[in-house]
């Protein structure tokens, strides 16, 4: 059993049974955000809510531990083993959350020391030299910025790096950085033997959308970069997005599976559609392979 396995299951079983995130979330007192990250394999449900979680779904809580339906009941040797290993795993996670935060408080504490010490080491042992400009660029996008971005017109600028070949180095490297989330810095990658594009965000996180002020800026910006580059690069068949904690692989045929328009202009204006509620964005981005 792992996250992942219990997300798309209750994804799954929530998508069947016609409830909105939010109406699940209403039924067992927990925020749309608590079950959008079960659904993305980011955290579990507590053990506490199973037996409310597996009515609400219609399965039992053996199925809900386990991600999958069973043909008939399994045996109660199993059953007790599936449960002490859910237990297991929740008092690990919980675990390796205390000792983060006491790593984390650590460094603090370390840190309050040195920055109090360092008047007096720079005066006795060291010498620091004066810094005329900073050593690095601090992460910081601009929402309006963003928001321009994500336009019609924006998107047909971009027409100028349109390639029929997805070796076409220059014109490929020039589309991923005229597109949202380059500011973080990337690399590409290109698989010519399966006409793939791998492209690298390294100091990206999958959380990192706070830092924007646009809590679904990194989901937005998948959808963009997608439709934008199965549009300008013709023979491309899969796009892999690579960030620090987790990556996405998505597909042509998998893709298209989200509009019903066929031209690009149509499902350009279907995307922006979505790009405008935050519901939809999440559910279409639990569509594609989240690994």
């Not at 990192?208 to 068949?237: H, P, Q, R």
Request: proline share 3%.
């Amino acid at each position: 059993m792992d996250n992942k396995t219990i997300g798309r299951f209750i994804h799954q079983l929530r998508i069947e049974k016609g409830f909105t995130q939010q109406e699940l979330a209403d039924q067992l007192n927990v925020t749309n955000k608590a079950i959008s990250k079960w659904e993305c394999g980011r955290g579990c449900p507590d053990i506490s809510l199973f037996e409310k979680l597996s009515d609400v779904l219609g399965v039992s809580v053996i199925e809900l531990l386990n991600g999958r339906h069973f043909e008939a009941p399994p045996p109660q040797q199993e059953i007790l083993k599936t449960s002490i290993d859910y237990s297991d795993k929740i008092v690990k996670e919980n675990t390796q959350h205390l000792n983060t935060r006491m790593v984390i408080l650590g460094l603090v504490i370390l840190f309050g020391i040195g920055f109090f010490l360092l008047p007096f080491l720079n005066q006795t042992i060291f010498h620091f030299p004066e810094m005329t400009s900073p050593i690095y660029t601090p992460l910081y996008t601009d929402p309006q910025e963003s928001n321009d971005q994500f336009s019609s017109q924006y998107f047909h600028s971009l027409e100028r790096f349109h390639t029929a070949y997805i070796g076409d180095n220059s014109k490929v490297g020039n589309l991923i950085n005229a597109l949202p989330l380059n500011q973080y810095g990337y690399s590409i990658e290109i698989l010519s033997e399966n006409y793939q594009l791998n492209v690298y965000y390294h100091d990206v996180s999958w959380n990192i959308d706070a830092l924007n002020g646009d809590e679904y800026y990194v989901y937005k910006s998948i959808l963009y970069n997608s439709l934008a580059t199965f549009s300008y690069i013709d023979n491309m068949n899969c796009i892999q997005f690579y960030f620090s904690d987790r990556s996405m692989k998505i597909t042509r045929n998998a893709f298209n599976q989200l509009f019903t328009g066929e031209t690009t202009e149509g499902r350009l204006s279907e995307l922006l559609a979505m790009l405008e509620d935050e519901q939809i964005v999440e559910e279409k981005i639990q569509f594609f392979n989240i690994l």
